[in-house]
């Protein structure tokens, strides 16, 4: 089944698999596991712990946040191919803060924790490499967000249009989730 | 020299170091430079691009920012012993956006992107870790501001304090650029 996987697709379109070699995406993909979804099926649940990097090979999945009372639900994001999702609760000890829902069928190619302590054992250059990649994109991100904050702080000085700037926020913030690659 | 530096105590107490070995913070500090400052000298300047981890071993610094015509410095940050700096950078194509200058005597390890390269090629399990660490931080520090400017953007909605907000946002800052512990 694994070599089946279209890895040069990937290898090349995948911010996850920036300066990863052919035989390091292999290594890579020989420690996840390989998972396929119907429509409209939850892949990851708001308000949930469970620990993974999930990589979309076909298809597109929604990122949704629902309210308090769960009765209402908003759309932040929609990911295609690609894109990875999971890595704002990778290192850390929290719950998602959204649920992530097929919108067509998708496959999705999960990295557990611990395939990824066995990978860092078995190839650390790969390893290396995503790691970076993570650490680049969090680093952006933050970088995107402080500048974003402080043109707002400056714009809040003289002016107040309160409404205006949620929506810009409810934007930049859609878009700082979905992305890896900002410049 | 390297045998005289002090891995105990960074070892416990810096965020960089977290779940390393003693012989994996000595394969690190291999690949370091190990430099001296006297007081009131620019360690990293702002706007310069010069990639590199640096890790304070004894003394302190002060983060510091110029404004446009660098005729007027604002302190960001103090930093301590076992405080990382440099890291905003170090995977980015990006110029230093402050300047750390040393307010006492101190001594600093610095680990250049050759050095962490080395690292990686020559103890991939101590560079995944430190990896991981950078990852950890960054990621805390977004869901942090995120939080943060959530809570603003609520807020925003019913009154509008802009000034209180001002301040109120450049001590979080301050806090999140120079502590890597935020649990």
Same mark, same amino acid.
């Given at each position: 089944? =694994?070599?089946?996987?279209?890895?040069?697709? %990937?290898?090349?379109? !995948?911010?996850?698999?920036?300066?990863?070699?052919?035989?390091?995406?292999?290594?890579?993909?020989?420690?996840?596991?390989?998972?396929?979804?119907? #429509?409209?099926?939850? =892949?990851?649940?708001?308000?949930?712990?469970?620990?993974?990097?999930?990589? =979309? @090979?076909?298809?597109?999945?929604?990122?949704?946040?629902?309210?308090? #009372?769960?009765?209402?639900?908003?759309?932040?994001?929609? +990911? @295609?191919? $690609?894109?990875?999702?999971?890595?704002?609760?990778?290192? %850390?000890?929290?719950?998602? !803060?959204?649920?992530?829902? #097929?919108?067509?069928?998708? !496959?999705?190619?999960?990295?557990?924790?611990? @395939?990824?302590?066995?990978?860092?054992?078995?190839?650390?250059?790969?390893? @290396?490499? =995503?790691?970076?990649? +993570?650490?680049?994109? %969090? !680093?952006?991100?933050?970088?995107?967000?402080?500048?974003?904050?402080?043109?707002?702080?400056?714009?809040?000085?003289?002016?107040? $249009?309160?409404?205006?700037?949620?929506?810009?926020?409810?934007?930049?913030?859609?878009?700082?989730?979905?992305?890896?690659?900002?410049?």
């Amino acid at each position: 089944m =694994i070599d089946r996987l279209p890895y040069r697709l %990937q290898l090349n379109e !995948s911010p996850l698999l920036r300066d990863l070699e052919e035989d390091e995406v292999k290594s890579l993909f020989k420690r996840m596991e390989h998972l396929c979804f119907e #429509s409209d099926r939850t =892949i990851l649940a708001q308000g949930v712990e469970e620990k993974g990097l999930w990589l =979309i @090979g076909e298809g597109c999945c929604e990122v949704v946040r629902g309210n308090q #009372s769960g009765t209402k639900e908003r759309i932040l994001a929609m +990911l @295609g191919p $690609g894109t990875v999702f999971g890595e704002m609760s990778f290192f %850390q000890q929290a719950a998602h !803060s959204a649920t992530v829902r #097929s919108v067509t069928p998708v !496959s999705v190619h999960k990295l557990t924790q611990q @395939g990824f302590t066995d990978l860092l054992a078995d190839n650390g250059r790969a390893a @290396g490499k =995503i790691l970076t990649n +993570l650490v680049r994109v %969090q !680093s952006d991100r933050l970088n995107m967000m402080d500048q974003w904050v402080c043109e707002l702080m400056d714009r809040n000085q003289t002016e107040n $249009g309160a409404t205006h700037t949620l929506n810009e926020w409810h934007q930049f913030r859609s878009k700082l989730y979905s992305e890896w690659n900002f410049y």
